[in-house]
């Protein structure tokens, strides 16, 4: 508009491609994985079927005719755009990565560069080269950065060497400069954008067929998001022990080699009654922590999830009863007591039962045919109920 600034018109241009990336996203995912590949007329009528009596839709009901005209308009356009300026495998590429045409496009061109140096660096990290798998790392970020879906938002004029550092797994302390922003630029932009980039850079060569995707091990986003190429400390990290420096630390002194989390728990009770004991191992500071992640690792049991169903028939419903078969949502409501919501989070009824509040599993409830019950339906390892309280011994 003519009377708008410069700074007015970058601000309105950012906002309509923001809001035309997610509406790319939403057309995408209404069309789903399966569907990538039907013509033009057939994905604007599995979108207009979608939206019918959807909120979207309903809130059309506020606007004038011309202007919700207008906008369905804009969805079935841009819908026949997309359609008529890419492949299947590219559409697919895009809703795998969870990104609009323009972004994904742009990806494209970059997507094979970052995968050839992905695999590159995880072979520098499996033959323990690890100047050459920071460089690999740098180089990757120095790609994905460059697209704008990924671009740091933390402006840092020596990142490259900042990245260095993390995945050497060194101090960030050691670092000069605003350590506030050095650690917005690692859990912000490597953690989460990098990490994204690659991620996305991957399904997208994936649904092109790119050979080289089969072959990546996951060791160089690993080794991005745990700030250490050290195996051993990553996987200490992840299970809970969440002290960077300490977990490298513990491992390195101890020479431990294990590959997994049961063979973490090993390690923990072997550990040497000298390390075990010491008030300053793995580090002084972290100490208190090792001891409450020890304590958790130690009694811990691995325990096989199984599937189990518990009917409920006393329920009261507030209105009326959903038809047998409905999906629904079940949370605790106090000890002895369940509520039931509709997948759409409306409350509908509730009923005593005594769950474990602490349970670790999955669980949701199907509507019977007979009488107003429900069945609990559970996957998770055998915690579902509560245990009654044993009674003291006279």
């Not at 790319?24 to 013509?39: E, F, M, N, P």
């Not at 954008?193 to 060791?219: C, H, I, K, S, Y």
């Not at 000298?274 to 100490?287: G, I, Q, V």
């Not at 602490?358 to 107003?372: I, M």
């Amino acid at each position: 508009m003519s009377q708008e600034t410069e700074d007015e018109r970058a601000v309105a241009a950012a906002s309509w491609q923001s809001n035309l990336a997610l509406l790319d996203i939403g057309i995408l995912s209404i069309v789903g994985d399966g569907d990538q590949d039907a013509d033009a007329d057939a994905v604007t009528q599995i979108v207009a079927d979608a939206l019918l009596n959807s909120l979207w839709e309903r809130q059309f009901r506020r606007f004038e005719a011309p202007d919700a005209a207008a906008i369905r308009g804009l969805v079935d356009s841009q819908t026949r755009h997309m359609w008529r300026t890419s492949t299947p495998s590219q559409r697919r590429g895009w809703f795998l990565a969870g990104l609009g045409a323009d972004a994904g496009s742009r990806l494209s061109q970059v997507s094979g560069r970052i995968i050839a140096l992905v695999n590159q660096a995880e072979g520098a990290i499996l033959s323990a080269d690890h100047e050459m798998a920071a460089d690999r790392l740098v180089a990757i970020a120095n790609t994905v950065f460059a697209v704008e879906a990924f671009a740091p938002e933390t402006v840092l004029d020596d990142w490259q060497d900042v990245l260095r550092h993390w995945v050497q797994g060194l101090s960030l302390g050691d670092l000069s400069g605003d350590r506030v922003a050095v650690a917005r630029f690692i859990e912000s932009d490597v953690i989460y954008r990098l990490v994204w980039g690659m991620e996305a850079a991957r399904v997208f060569e994936a649904a092109q067929d790119n050979p080289d995707t089969d072959t990546l091990t996951g060791t160089a986003v690993t080794a991005i998001e745990m700030g250490t190429f050290s195996r051993t400390a990553s996987i200490l990290i992840r299970s809970g022990f969440d002290h960077r420096l300490a977990a490298i630390s513990a491992v390195t002194s101890t020479g431990a080699a294990f590959d997994s989390a049961a063979g973490m728990r090993q390690w923990t009770s072997n550990l040497d009654p000298e390390l075990a004991f010491s008030h300053s191992w793995p580090t002084p500071k972290s100490r208190s922590a090792w001891e409450a992640f020890a304590y958790r690792a130690q009694t811990r049991r691995s325990r096989r999830w199984i599937r189990r169903t518990e009917d409920v028939d006393d329920v009261t419903w507030y209105d009326a009863v959903p038809e047998p078969d409905t999906w629904l949502r079940v949370t605790d409501a106090g000890p002895g007591k369940i509520e039931i919501w509709s997948t759409g989070f409306d409350l509908l009824g509730d009923a005593p039962i005594r769950l474990n509040p602490e349970r670790q599993g999955v669980l949701r409830a199907r509507r019977l045919d007979a009488d107003t019950a429900i069945q609990l339906r559970y996957r998770g390892p055998g915690d579902l109920l509560s245990r009654a309280p044993k009674r003291a011994k006279r």
